[in-house]
């Protein structure tokens, strides 16, 4: 990707671009830098031609220097989640047939037998990094830039890979349609191998010349504190933060609550995503901090497709509308459109902003678009022109007694319930129902919960037929690295 992409990365732009502990680089430092590294990649070649390098690098000045480096040398870059077991990473780097891998310090340690192993050069970014800036290629906007992989809930990830336009198209839409400006200042602290932290956060408020705080983890004292003191003016999370800081809240004075609030209700936007987030948290957080959380709705293959409006109404409970560029339809399981209100069928998505395709997986690509549409797999309704997610067909929409039922819906009215710290809903094989409607319920501290007692609460909460006909209490559910509950691994359970 040249650097007319990305229009602030550029020489002589004084503006702070990254914050990284107590150390901040202006635009013209980082731009520098990538430049730098594109080089020392390339070495005696003139363009990478779409080798493909992974690098194994938390939210930090390296991560943007890896990631633009590769882009502006002609590669495929390959970001890997550094929360990942690194038996896991076999999978990845062998898919991808990965030819170089980039960590630094006790991660490069971490790689060093898997590198062996899989016939990969190990290197870290001081071994790359060129002393000046040589010539570097121009690079078409349709050929292939990312490798990601998809989170894999229902089955293997696969390899999701975008061009450059792809990225550009889910960077703009953002852009236009959350008003980002070069005033923007947001803390990073998501998973940066996924399209949340890659695209939402990072390169939208680079593209956009605004201040990127970066953090390798989700620091809750570190990052209250600059809220207090009125850092940022953007936040971007997924439910589980939400609900982490209202957890934290109750163990702090009331008085730095209300500062800590405070500071919240004076940013121009708080976006929840990646996960649904439930109408309950959503009225919790407007309550405490008088943001009115702007849900949307996205996945690695095609960024975002739906969002609620940063100027308008935004509902609990949805995702809102197509963005700018994006088409979105939903289908039926005879693959005719809908166009009837509050009928269900599946999401499925047109524009720029569509991944290019699963990677050495032909039949996985074609499979998963039908007449140029991108077919999501998730299932929702429209309701006075807003989109409602019902959830994944393959694990949220059971179909019990000749109905199909929302486990997103029969979840969000469970947590209503003052036992119920958290809850995923399952269909699980019955020969009466078809499916039975299964609960897995993660209690309170201190907190009980019988079945009698819980179907007794929902009769008159939700229909008799979504009503659970079996729960389990677990200490904990299951959780991928962006916090969404991994159901295959509940069914096993069962």
């Known amino acids: 990707m040249t650097t007319e992409s990305f229009p602030h990365l550029r020489a002589g732009n004084d503006n702070i671009a990254l914050v990284e502990g107590d150390t901040t680089y202006t635009y013209d430092t980082v731009n520098e830098r990538i430049d730098r590294f594109a080089t020392g990649l390339l070495g005696d070649k003139a363009d990478l031609q779409e080798e493909r390098i992974a690098f194994f690098i938390p939210a930090s000045l390296d991560y943007v220097t890896v990631m633009h480096g590769v882009w502006r040398a002609g590669g495929i870059a390959v970001p890997l989640n550094v929360a990942s077991a690194v038996a896991e990473l076999d999978h990845y780097l062998t898919c991808a047939s990965v030819t170089r891998m980039v960590a630094n310090g006790e991660y490069q340690e971490s790689l060093r037998e898997l590198c062996a192993e899989l016939n990969i050069e190990l290197v870290s970014v001081d071994d790359v990094i060129a002393e000046s800036a040589g010539q570097l290629p121009e690079i078409d906007v349709d050929r292939r830039a990312m490798m990601l992989f998809t989170s894999g809930t229902t089955n293997k990830p696969k390899g999701v890979v975008s061009t450059h336009k792809t990225i550009r198209a889910q960077i703009t839409t953002l852009i236009d349609a959350w008003s980002w400006t070069s005033d923007d200042v947001i803390p990073l602290f998501l998973p940066l191998h996924h399209i949340h932290g890659i695209i939402n956060i990072l390169s939208c408020g680079l593209w956009a010349g605004a201040t990127v705080h970066l953090f390798a983890k989700f620091d809750i004292p570190k990052i209250t504190a600059q809220i207090q003191a009125g850092t940022y003016n953007v936040f971007m999370a997924v439910p589980t933060i939400y609900v982490k800081l209202l957890q934290y809240f109750d163990t702090i004075p009331e008085e730095e609550v209300k500062k800590i609030c405070a500071g919240f209700t004076a940013m121009r936007l708080n976006i929840s995503g990646s996960a649904a987030c439930p109408v309950k948290l959503f009225n919790q957080w407007q309550e405490l901090t008088d943001q009115v959380l702007l849900e949307r709705y996205g996945m690695t293959e095609i960024g975002m497709g739906l969002s609620n409006p940063y100027d308008g109404e935004r509902r609990a409970g949805y995702v809102g509308q197509p963005l700018p560029g994006v088409e979105a339809q939903l289908f039926d399981e005879s693959d005719s459109p809908i166009n009837e209100e509050g009928k269900p069928g599946e999401i499925r998505i047109k524009g720029d902003n569509v991944f290019l395709e699963y990677w050495d997986n032909e039949k996985a690509t074609t499979e998963s678009f039908k007449d140029g549409w991108f077919c999501t797999g998730d299932v929702a309704v429209i309701e006075e022109g807003y989109f409602r997610i019902m959830g994944r067909s393959s694990v949220d929409i059971i179909k019990s007694g000749g109905y199909k039922l929302s486990a997103l819906e029969i979840e969000g009215v469970l947590l209503t319930h003052e036992a119920i710290a958290e809850v995923a809903v399952i269909g699980v094989e019955d020969d009466t129902w078809g499916e039975a409607v299964v609960a897995v319920i993660g209690l309170k501290d201190g907190a009980s919960l019988d079945y009698n007692d819980l179907k007794?609460?929902?009769?008159?909460?939700?229909?008799?037929?979504?009503?659970?006909?079996?729960?389990?209490?677990?200490?904990?559910?299951?959780?991928?690295?962006?916090?969404?509950?991994?159901?295959?691994?509940?069914?096993?359970?069962?």
Do not use: F, H
Not at 464 to 474: L, M
């Open 456 to 494: 007794n609460w929902c009769d008159g909460k939700m229909s008799a037929y979504k009503i659970p006909k079996q729960i389990k209490i677990v200490d904990a559910l299951p959780r991928n690295a962006m916090g969404k509950v991994t159901k295959p691994k509940l069914k096993e359970l069962l």
